[in-house]
């Protein structure tokens, strides 16, 4: 086998994609759930998984899968082991990037933002681990989300919210 030839080989972006969504909401977190409970619906095994991208202590990126358990209409919530490498990482540059792939849906999201240990979480406990397990819980503030989407005409859009004096501002990129 030449992995080389089958890189070559291998289908990307095979559609068919939800129609262009022009719609451009106040904030990006009802965006984001109309988006994900499109992908649920339709054929996105575990939509919830997410790259969690972090910064190590020697300033080199780090990432791994992650699964949001939360959100509210602030921030998005993960929890991890309270000894993790990314624990280590949080404490040390709270800037995190998540990233989603849909691909059913030919869509991403991205999000830069930062990741605080939180343990404010009385209103979303029901869908934590951490409020009856030794986790730690962290809540992740964006300031910009990107929203990208296939087109079934070949191409893509790019919609991004952008937090500008504690208000959402979106563009068409
Ligand atoms: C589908 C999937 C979901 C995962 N969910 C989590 C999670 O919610 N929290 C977590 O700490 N690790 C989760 N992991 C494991 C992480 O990817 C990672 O291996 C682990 O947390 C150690 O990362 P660290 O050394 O950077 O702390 C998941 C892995 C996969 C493949």
């Not at 339709?42 to 949001?68: F, K």
């Not at 800037?95 to 343990?119: C, D, H, I, M, P």
């Not at 009385?122 to 869908?127: C, E, G, K, Q």
């Not at 910009?144 to 004096?165: C, I, S």
Request: charged share 25%.
């Amino acid at each position: 086998m030449d992995i080389n030839e089958v890189l070559k080989a291998t289908e990307i972006m095979t559609g068919p994609f939800p129609e262009l969504d022009k719609k451009e909401h106040n904030n990006p977190f009802s965006h984001f759930s109309q988006w994900y409970v499109h992908a649920l619906k339709n054929g996105t095994a575990e939509p919830n998984s997410m790259v969690l991208s972090t910064i190590t202590q020697n300033n080199t990126p780090d990432s791994r899968v992650v699964l949001l358990k939360a959100m509210d209409d602030e921030a998005l919530y993960f929890e991890t082991g309270r000894f993790r490498e990314k624990v280590i990482q949080l404490t040390h540059n709270s800037s995190v990037a998540l990233n989603f792939y849909w691909r059913e849906q030919g869509r991403q999201v991205r999000l830069k933002g930062t990741a605080e240990l939180t343990t404010d979480i009385s209103h979303i406990a029901d869908n934590l681990d951490a409020a009856v397990r030794d986790l730690n819980a962290y809540k992740t503030v964006p300031l910009e989300v990107e929203f990208y989407q296939a087109l079934n005409e070949g191409g893509y859009a790019r919609l991004l919210y952008k937090l500008t004096d504690g208000k959402w501002e979106c563009n068409w990129l």
